[in-house]
Every structure is written in structure tokens, then in C-alpha cells.
């Protein structure tokens, strides 16, 4: 590639990482601002109509939760509007991030005040207007559901499991049917937990001799390599692993006869990778909300029908609880993110695996996430062939994740090439 044109596909290259439905989430964020806005003026103008404090306190505390869902909201927009400003160098991304690490940090402060007036009242109780109570707190929990409804699109989301580095490898589901007289064999893929190899069982009569089976892999380059296999008793399994990329003809020899298995390669799913940690901040307040609600309903409910007025508080610290919980996590997730930490180190091994499958030696690997569903790279190569960056971009090429990837090269006792 020749300086001019390299500088030109540098010119061309868009760093827009922004999550697929970006302006599909802005848009149902800001049909929740909406609704809370008008619960809120409803309270709050109703309150001073009738007299009710406790109306008017309820519309207050709608007022912080419409306004962290604002946060989200501009978030939104500001990153889709300045996705193609040149001085954010990796795009704007990593916005909604930072904005959902914000928004859990006043999560934090909204439980540590939950927590300190619960502990207060449970200490010195206060009478408690239960006619009013009740209602407002049921009008409250319906407000939140309506909006976790609308936030998630009209489906549950679950957004407060346990996250997980690694993913499943799906080569062991994909199992090739091969009819063979009298009976079918299997032809898998096996990586679960193990170096990859090959697996072939039979459906019906008893296994192909080993001595007598062999698979060779056929690459799109031309490029072969055959694989004995060995008699584990259920199935023959190939006695040496299986090299990155899992794209291949398989050509299974076996019997006098011989037939073509055509692999291709699926990249796995890397959930943590396309988590919009903005939307789920935005969810997680509506939910911390929710919950809240549900207990305030209950103590209530418990202590005006036996007179438990300590409910009322314990059911205020133990929501207090929840929400610094589910604050952690949106905290570590998201503090992650923009401290550029590994986001998923079993695609690092792959992506390791891929550089080393031929004899060169991946010398420094950067992975970090800037966007939702979109990874960054800088790879470094030890080489000792004559090889450019473009033939490694290729090679990593099935990674679609990877929506920034920098290459260098740097060959033994020489200079080092980048693109």
C-alpha cells in the first residue's frame, strides 16, 4: 500500500462505536422522562392541592429519579451527535459508561441516605399516615413498573445476574452427520474446557478402526494437515489439536471410502462485551426504585395489620442493601470499562492462539472495550517470516468484534512494520 493511499484509508476509517440500537435506547429513555416528569407535576401540584405532605415528598423523590434517567438520556445524545468528532480518538463510545458509573455512584449516596433514615426512625419512630402511605408507595411501584416495561423495550431484561469473562464454545453443538454403511458418524469439534480436537462417534454399529481413519483439513490457502486418531473407546479422537481458525474441509478417510465435512467458524458470544451499561444503569434505577416500593408496601401493610411499626424501617435498610449492591456491580463493570481493563480474556487466548498457529509469537496484546459490541486491539507480532500487517488483520479478520484493530510487526533482528 502506498503512503498516499494509506493515508487516505486512514482519513476514510469512522470510529463510530456505538451499541446497534443506540437511538432505539435514546428514544425509550427519554418516553420514560416524559411519564416520571408528569407523575412528578401530578404529586407534586396535587400535594399543595389537598394538603398532603407525603404527596409532595413522593413527587420530590420522583424528581431524582427522573433526574438520573436525564443523565442517561443526554448521554444518549451526545455521544450519537458527536460520534464523528475527530477529538475523541476511539469515538464517544465509552459515554455511556461513564455516564452509568456516574449514575451508580448516586445510587450509592441514594442507599447510604435510605440506609441512615432508616436506622434513624427504626431508633426513634415516627407515626406513619398509613392512608396515605400506602397508596402513594402502590402508585409509586406502579410508575416503575411501567417504565421498566418501556425501558427494556416491552421485555424483561436481566440485567442484575452474575456476569461471566468467558463464553461457551459452540464447536461441540455442531456435529456433522456422515452416512456411512450401515450406520452414521458424527464429526464434532470438542473444546470444552480442552485443547481442541477432533471427535467421531458412531450412531449405530460399532466405531471405524482407528489404524484404519484419518481426517485431513483442507484450508481455504491450500494449505493441509493430517490427523491419526486414537480409540478412546466411545469415539476416536484426534491425537493432536486443532490449530485457529476452525475453517477447514475436513476430509474423514475411513473404510475404502472417503467424505468432505465443510467446517466454518462462529465467532462466541461475548455478553459483557455488548452490554449498553448505560441502559442498564437507567434499569437498575427503576428497578432499585421497584424493589423499594415493594418493601415499603409490605412493611406498611405489616405494620398497621399487627402494629409492627419497625417493620416500616427494617423493610427501608434491607432495600438500602439491594440498591448498594446492584451500585457495586454497575461500579465495577463500568469502572472496568474506562480503565481500559481486559474485558474478555478467553477472546485474548483466541486471539493468541490464532497469531501462534503457524509459528510466530504474539509479543504484546492490548484489548480494551470502546463501545457496546465493539473491541479494540494492538497487536505486536514476533516474526521470523517476511510477513505484513495485512496478513494478520486477515487472519484475525472472523473476529467482528474487533472494530479497531492496530497491527505491528516486528521481525527478528529487524524494524518493526504497523498498519
Known amino acids: 500500500m502506498s503512503e498516499s493511499t494509506a493515508a487516505a484509508a486512514f482519513h476514510q476509517h469512522r470510529h463510530v462505536f456505538l451499541a446497534a440500537d443506540h437511538e432505539r435506547s435514546e428514544r425509550r429513555t427519554w418516553a420514560v422522562i416524559v411519564l416520571c416528569g408528569a407523575m412528578m407535576a401530578a404529586e407534586i401540584v396535587g400535594g399543595f392541592l389537598f394538603g398532603s405532605i407525603a404527596l409532595v415528598a413522593d413527587g420530590l423523590h420522583m424528581s431524582t429519579h427522573a433526574g438520573a434517567l436525564l443523565l442517561a438520556a443526554l448521554a444518549y445524545s451526545y455521544a450519537r451527535r458527536h460520534a464523528d468528532d475527530a477529538r475523541f480518538s476511539f469515538g464517544t463510545g465509552k459515554l455511556g459508561d461513564l455516564a452509568g458509573f456516574t449514575s451508580a455512584v448516586v445510587l450509592a449516596m441514594i442507599a447510604l441516605l435510605i440506609g441512615y433514615e432508616s436506622v434513624a426512625r427504626l431508633l426513634q419512630p415516627v407515626p406513619i399516615h398509613f392512608a396515605e402511605a400506602i397508596p402513594i408507595a ?63 462417534r458412531s450412531t449405530g454399529a460399532a466405531l471405524p478402526a482407528a489404524a484404519t481413519t484419518t481426517i485431513e483439513t483442507v484450508r481455504a490457502d491450500g494449505s493441509r494437515q493430517l490427523f491419526p486418531l486414537v480409540d478412546r473407546g466411545t469415539c476416536l479422537e484426534s491425537a493432536d489439536e486443532i490449530p485457529e481458525p476452525h475453517a477447514f474441509t475436513a476430509r474423514v478417510r475411513s473404510g475404502g ?163
Open 138 to 200: 402502590c402508585l409509586g411501584l406502579a410508575v416503575n413498573i411501567a417504565s421498566a416495561w418501556l425501558l427494556s423495550g416491552g421485555h424483561a431484561h436481566h440485567h442484575h445476574g452474575h456476569h461471566h469473562d468467558g463464553h461457551a464454545p459452540d464447536h461441540a453443538a455442531e456435529a456433522h452427520a456422515i452416512a456411512v454403511a450401515g450406520s452414521t458418524l458424527l464429526l464434532e469439534i470438542h473444546e470444552d474446557g480442552v485443547p481442541p480436537r477432533f471427535r467421531l
Open 257 to 419: 471410502g472417503e467424505y468432505a465435512v465443510v467446517f466454518e467458524e462462529h465467532e462466541h458470544g461475548h455478553a459483557g462485551a455488548h452490554r449498553d451499561n448505560n441502559m442498564r444503569a437507567a434499569i437498575i434505577h427503576v428497578a432499585a426504585d421497584a424493589a423499594v416500593s415493594v418493601l415499603v408496601i409490605v412493611g406498611l401493610v405489616l405494620a398497621r395489620s399487627f402494629g409492627w411499626l419497625w417493620m416500616d424501617p427494617v423493610a427501608g435498610i434491607v432495600g438500602a442493601c439491594v440498591i448498594a449492591s446492584w451500585s457495586y456491580g454497575l461500579v465495577r463493570d463500568t469502572g472496568a470499562i474506562l480503565l481500559d481493563m481486559t474485558p474478555d480474556r478467553q477472546l485474548a487466548e483466541e486471539l493468541r492462539r490464532t497469531i501462534e498457529s503457524e509459528g510466530d509469537r504474539l509479543a504484546d496484546l492490548h484489548l480494551w472495550r470502546v463501545g457496546p459490541g465493539h473491541l479494540a486491539a494492538i497487536v505486536a507480532v514476533a516474526s521470523g517470516q517476511p510477513r505484513q500487517p495485512e496478513y494478520y488483520r486477515a487472519k484475525l479478520a472472523r473476529f467482528r468484534i474487533l472494530s479497531h484493530l492496530t497491527v505491528e510487526v516486528v521481525p527478528h533482528g529487524g524494524g518493526a512494520t504497523a498498519a
